[in-house]
């Protein structure tokens, strides 16, 4: 089995589709979420659906040693971010190399960067006047937002969309691909074609 962590700092809707995704899968489960906020909602979402959960203060997560001590009691093997917000220490990109995969809620390279998360996203997508937008799932390096891109889904924008209704239109895509997509880069990252052959 390949065992994921889920990191998320907020609502987890999300993270709550991919638990559901990979619940019964042969050869991957979720094993574990971790999220720096104590009272976000995806600590609910967890516990409903029998994963274990557990918060880092800020601190922790920059030195990245007791997170690290956590991912390898649940034997981790890959990184799951969905709508977390702090920055990957070093410390846990040296520990999971290519192994830690983000989803960002708008076409990058715009739209990206420090700061830009959930809602202040689509805002901006908004007030550039795009006619598009959509998902980009992408490996996690030093710098936010600035990973490898392994995929990406578009969909159109009215002119009078608000940032409500972008939100909405990306999170279908968010549902739809992130499972997916995860499921065929630690398909690729493992070799677990080959285990059936
Ligand atoms: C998602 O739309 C995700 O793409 C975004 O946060 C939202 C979390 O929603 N992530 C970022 O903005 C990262 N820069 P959720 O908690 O309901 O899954």
């Given at each position: 089995?390949?065992?994921?962590?889920?990191?998320?700092?907020?609502?987890?809707?999300?993270?709550?589709?991919?638990?559901?995704?990979?619940?019964?899968?042969?050869?991957?489960?979720?094993?574990l979420?971790?999220?720096?906020?104590?009272h976000?909602?995806?600590?609910?979402?967890?516990?409903?659906?029998?994963i274990?959960?557990?918060?880092?203060?800020?601190?922790?997560?920059?030195?990245?040693?007791?997170?690290?001590e956590?991912l390898?009691?649940?034997?981790?093997?890959?990184?799951v971010?969905?709508?977390?917000?702090?920055?990957?220490?070093?410390?846990?990109?040296?520990?999971?190399?290519?192994?830690?995969?983000?989803?960002?809620?708008?076409?990058?390279?715009?739209?990206?960067?420090?700061?830009?998360?959930?809602?202040?996203?689509?805002?901006?997508v908004?007030e550039?006047?795009?006619?598009?937008?959509g998902?980009?799932?992408?490996?996690i390096?030093?710098?936010y937002?600035?990973g490898?891109?392994?995929?990406?889904?578009?969909?159109?924008?009215?002119?009078?969309d608000?940032?409500?209704?972008?939100?909405?239109?990306?999170?279908?895509?968010?549902?739809?691909?992130?499972?997916?997509?995860?499921?065929?880069?630690?398909?690729?990252?493992f070799?677990?074609?080959?285990?059936?052959?």
């Amino acid at each position: 089995m390949v065992r994921i962590a889920i990191f998320a700092s907020g609502n987890g809707s999300n993270a709550e589709n991919i638990i559901r995704y990979f619940k019964n899968h042969p050869s991957i489960e979720v094993g574990l979420v971790v999220s720096n906020n104590p009272h976000a909602y995806v600590h609910e979402r967890a516990k409903g659906l029998g994963i274990d959960s557990f918060t880092f203060t800020k601190a922790e997560f920059e030195d990245g040693y007791s997170v690290l001590e956590l991912l390898k009691r649940y034997t981790i093997d890959f990184i799951v971010l969905a709508g977390f917000m702090l920055k990957i220490p070093r410390s846990l990109l040296d520990a999971f190399p290519d192994k830690i995969v983000n989803i960002h809620p708008a076409l990058l390279p715009k739209h990206g960067g420090k700061g830009m998360y959930g809602d202040r996203v689509h805002r901006a997508v908004i007030e550039s006047g795009e006619t598009e937008s959509g998902i980009t799932v992408h490996y996690i390096n030093e710098n936010y937002d600035e990973g490898d891109i392994i995929f990406q889904a578009t969909c159109l924008l009215s002119s009078d969309d608000t940032y409500r209704e972008v939100a909405e239109k990306v999170h279908k895509l968010e549902y739809e691909f992130y499972p997916v997509v995860i499921e065929k880069v630690i398909t690729r990252s493992f070799h677990l074609d080959d285990e059936t052959k």
